[in-house]
């Protein structure tokens, strides 16, 4: 009776050990299976990173150039608006291609690129003074001599623009089309710095 319990005991024993082994091999396939289920996600999930990755930047580019055409519609609209002798409405249009100008600067890595959107939005910022004054001088009957506040108005554009020129000229290491603008707006600054000191004589400040 002793004999056959532990055969019974030992066939058990057998028994389990198999069982076992089998649940082993089956956990080391489902390991082995997972780990190549792992690797296979792998480079997957590389890839979509990197899709990921270029579509954002391409998303922000997009946004970038959408931004500077939005300032540059803007100044153009100042231009169109002042020609048809409305400066408050200039004044408006160049005020908000000036925020323009300050947001794209912010938004750029290049310190020279930087610099430049930032002397470009000094300058909007000084035809915005110059605007507001000859809005000022038109609501006030438009006869010289200029009230005070014009003139204050238009000093302060004087100050913008001659730093935003003095700004602009140090910039170096500039790569298309960044250093096409900056000779653009160079040839721009040149011409309001004869005007404002026309406008303020014709308004005897």
């Known amino acids: 009776m002793g004999k056959l319990c532990s055969r019974a005991t030992s066939f058990d024993n057998h ?23 792992s690797r296979a996600r792998l480079p997957l999930c590389m ?8 579509f954002l930047y391409a998303i922000s580019s997009a946004q970038h150039i959408g931004e500077q055409a939005e300032m540059n519609r ?14 408050d409405g200039a004044a408006l249009a160049i005020g908000k ?13 290049e310190p ?28 006030t009957g438009g006869q010289p001599p200029a009230p005070g506040g014009v003139c204050q108005f ?18 170096a290491n500039l790569k298309p089309p960044a250093a096409s603008s900056q000779q653009r707006y160079a040839a721009l600054l040149k ?3 004869v005007i404002l000191p026309e406008i303020t004589h014709d308004l005897a400040c």
């Open 74 to 87: 803007l100044e153009q609209q100042a231009d169109d608006l002042a020609a048809q002798d409305d400066p």
């Open 15 to 37: 028994v389990s050990l198999m069982s076992l082994n089998r649940c082993f091999k089956r956990k080391g396939a489902y390991i082995l299976s997972q780990r190549s289920h």
């Open 112 to 139: 020279p690129v930087r610099s430049l959107f930032e002397s470009v939005g000094k300058f909007f910022r000084g035809q915005e003074y110059a605007y507001r004054a000859l809005a000022i001088f038109q609501q």
């Open 154 to 171: 238009l000093e302060q554009a004087g100050v913008l623009i001659t730093q935003s020129n003095f700004s602009l000229t140090e910039i």
């Open 97 to 109: 291609a000036a925020m323009m100008a300050k947001i794209i600067a912010q938004q750029q890595e």
């Open 191 to 193: 011409q309001w710095q």
């Open 47 to 54: 890839l979509l990173f990197s899709t990921l990755a270029i």
